[in-house]
């Protein structure tokens, strides 16, 4: 009889001695290397979290300020002879007269009330340099909306120039010398009067999520990104859901199961891992060079990116229809259902919960995506808020890009807070995802 056909009680010499000293030596480096590896496991969940923690915490610290701006409060007086008389002109010849004025003239008038010292024009221009240049909108936009603000005199608050914002909120060493920092001496001494005076403070910037982008950082807003974000999502999801869905049905349900069929699994599941610059160069041969369609619009956009989701798109759906039990399709057959039937009465519905959750998912990963959208042209300068999916547009993370690599000091905060309203969303859908599917999963 071989060794191998011996019975295990056959094989044995005796009863295990559980108390010798060798065996509770060998239990005692089990039990040293079970504890080994969970202080592994233990220091690396650490170590994620405290990255974790020092990107959000570094993010946070940064972005805050990028929500709020410093204003000067001036006493303006709205000069009728400069800006005429609203009474005596129609609305039309009115609204001209206001755009064509020079708000300047209004600003320079109270800011030398305040320093009448000031008499050089390089002085002046100088003292100027302490309002925002976006200033002159904000009047304006005042006296269209209030004409009988004209003749009267109305302490209004004017935003700061992102130079003195950036000294208010400590980003500027003011006890460097003078030749080393941008903020000269007489700014410095008109802006501790200011303060000194009460007339500085610093506010809820609510133009940063309303306005578009601008070269000026105290006037550059993320809603002109977030908008064409918007639009391009838009797009990307009526593309990606239902041919991703057709697909994942076909395949799943009434492909035949052959080596072609194998070979459309394969490069399906490829195509999930293949870079999305990838993405971004197959958009820009197809969809501008062969296809015509405006330059960094987000209907380009959003068809690059619902390339670059459409594998997700597939495999979770797949997935989720593969998860409905067989008895289903057998019980809905059995009642005389057609294929069909079966598919679109009873498993679709029954694997919805998991395609949406796959779906929200893969429209999270577009939204974070840039490189794509930068080779179809998406990094333009834009100022106006898109009013459709052909209009020029740019995305949260290409506005992210172009910040990160402005020369200025204050879009660092901007590029910060503008992570913080991506993040936002990133995090909205997918606890709308994890929401989805913990409410509306079938146990079976």
């Avoid at 000069?79 to 320079?108: C, H, W, Y």
């Avoid at 460097?176 to 200011?194: C, F, G, I, Y």
């Avoid at 064409?228 to 799943?252: H, Q, R």
């Amino acid at each position: 009889m071989t060794e191998r056909n011996v019975p295990h009680a056959e094989l044995s010499t005796g009863p295990t001695d559980w108390k010798s000293g060798a065996m509770q030596a060998r239990i005692a480096r089990r039990y040293r290397r079970e504890r080994i590896f969970q202080s592994l496991g233990l220091g690396a969940v650490v170590i994620s979290v405290l990255f974790l923690v020092f990107l959000l915490g570094n993010i946070v610290k940064n972005g805050a300020y990028g929500f709020v701006q410093t204003s000067v409060s001036i006493d303006v007086t709205f000069s009728a002879d400069l800006l005429g008389d609203p009474t005596s002109l129609s609305p039309e010849a009115f609204t001209e007269k206001v755009r064509k004025t020079n708000m300047l003239r209004l600003i320079q008038t109270s800011m030398q009330e305040l320093f009448p010292e000031v008499k050089g024009r390089r002085d002046t221009r100088t003292l100027l340099r302490i309002v925002s240049t976006g200033a002159r909108a904000q009047l304006r936009n005042m006296i269209l909306a209030d004409p009988a603000l004209i003749g009267t005199t109305k302490r209004v608050e004017l935003l700061t120039s992102d130079d003195i914002d950036q000294v208010i909120k400590g980003n500027i060493d003011i006890s460097l010398p003078e030749a080393n920092r941008k903020v000269k001496d007489n700014e410095l001494s008109w802006l501790q009067t200011l303060q000194n005076d009460d007339r500085i403070s610093l506010n809820f910037h609510s133009q940063f999520l309303t306005g578009g982008d601008s070269r000026e950082p105290e006037l550059a807003g993320v809603w002109g990104a977030i908008v064409g974000s918007a639009f391009t999502l838009m797009v990307t999801l009526l593309t990606a859901f239902p041919i991703g869905l057709c697909a994942a049905i076909y395949l799943e349900e009434f492909a035949p199961k052959n080596r072609f069929t194998d070979i459309i699994e394969i490069n399906i599941n490829n195509l999930a891992a293949v870079p999305s610059i990838v993405f971004g160069l197959l958009g820009l041969a197809v969809f501008l060079s062969v296809m015509g369609m405006p330059r960094s619009a987000p209907i380009v956009g959003g068809l690059t990116l619902a390339l670059l989701t459409l594998p997700t798109v597939i495999i979770a759906s797949r997935a989720s229809i593969a998860a409905v039990p067989p008895s289903i399709r057998d019980a809905a057959r059995g009642l005389g259902a057609s294929p069909m039937q079966v598919v679109f009465h009873h498993v679709i519905p029954l694997a919805m919960p998991g395609i949406m959750t796959g779906t929200i998912i893969g429209m999270a990963r577009a939204l974070g995506e840039s490189a794509p959208l930068l080779m179809i042209g998406m990094v333009a300068f834009i100022v106006d808020i898109p009013g459709s999916i052909n209009d020029a547009a740019t995305v949260l993370p290409v506005q992210i890009y172009l910040w990160a690599d402005s020369p200025e000091r204050a879009f660092v905060e901007k590029t910060s807070a503008a992570i913080m309203v991506l993040l936002f969303f990133l995090i909205a859908m997918n606890g709308i995802a994890i929401w989805l599917r913990q409410k509306f999963e079938q146990k079976w």
